[in-house]
T-cell receptor, first 117, second 111 residues
Framework: DAGVTQSPTHLIKTRGQQVTLRCSPK?????VSWYQQALGQGPQFIFQ???????QRGNFPDRFSGHQFPNYSSELNVNALLLGDSALYLC????????????????FGPGTRLTVL | RKEVEQDPGPFNVPEGATVAFNCTYS??????FFWYRQDCRKEPKLLMS???SGNEDGRFTAQLNRASQYISLLIRDSKLSDSATYLC????????????FGDGTTLTVKP
């Protein structure tokens, strides 16, 4: 049973460029959330996708956009990269309706480390 | 002010010590609460959920005080392998929506 996978593992870009990060959820999961984790900070929620639509969004500018495909995989796109976008980008998958409601069924992928020069 | 605040740390303790981490949250609509563990340059992993009645998992005990909007994690008999960053997490909705993370507290257990 494959867990959450992300690609690429590392990426180096220059300011102004665009980047696309990819995530495949854990088997059986239908919801994907994206987080940005800067060095020394906790993960910050970017947005969540369910049924191919963005369902909730954190405090991130429109330069951050995403997509979810029919197979539940997801992409995170960042346009016009800034130096401050350098971070670990984490994808987490979960099951929208989980009978064990008291338990967080959110599983994280290993992340993509983005460096903007 | 951050929505979830944790002890800044770092905590440096000897093996066998008992260590406690604290966390406060500002959103009174928060419904579910968790502690995650994150090893250096790895993804966060769920350590345990936190219930109002308090819950224990081996050497780990978590407590929640909804009135004070305060969460704690106690680690007894610390092991070298407990060295990690501990993240406090709150969610408004148990089945959907964002998880709000604190910035974490780093624990180093020394021989």
């Amino acid at each position: 049973d494959a867990g959450v996978t992300q690609s690429p593992t590392h990426l180096i870009k220059t300011r102004g460029q665009q980047v696309t990060l990819r995530c495949s959820p854990k088997s059986g999961h239908d919801t994907v959330s994206w987080y940005q984790q800067a060095l020394g900070q906790g993960p910050q929620f970017i947005f969540q996708y369910y049924e191919e639509e963005e369902r909730q969004r954190g405090n991130f500018p429109d330069r951050f956009s995403g997509h979810q495909f029919p197979n539940y995989s997801s992409e995170l796109n960042v346009n016009a990269l800034l130096l401050g976008d350098s971070a670990l980008y984490l994808c987490a998958s979960s099951l929208r309706i989980d009978r064990a409601a008291s338990k967080d069924t959110q599983y994280f992928g290993p992340g993509t480390r983005l460096t903007v020069l | 002010r951050k929505e979830v605040e944790q002890d800044p740390g770092p905590f440096n303790v000897p093996e066998g010590a008992t260590v406690a981490f604290n966390c406060t949250y500002s959103n009174s609509a928060s419904q579910s609460f968790f502690w995650y563990r994150q090893d250096c340059r790895k993804e966060p992993k769920l350590l345990m959920s936190v219930y109002s009645s308090g819950n224990e998992d081996g050497r780990f005990t978590a407590q929640l005080n909804r009135a004070s909007q305060y969460i704690s994690l106690l680690i007894r008999d610390s092991k070298l392998s407990d060295s990690a960053t501990y993240l406090c997490v709150v969610k408004e909705n148990t089945n959907a929506g964002k998880s709000t993370f604190g910035d974490g507290t780093t624990l180093t257990v020394k021989p």
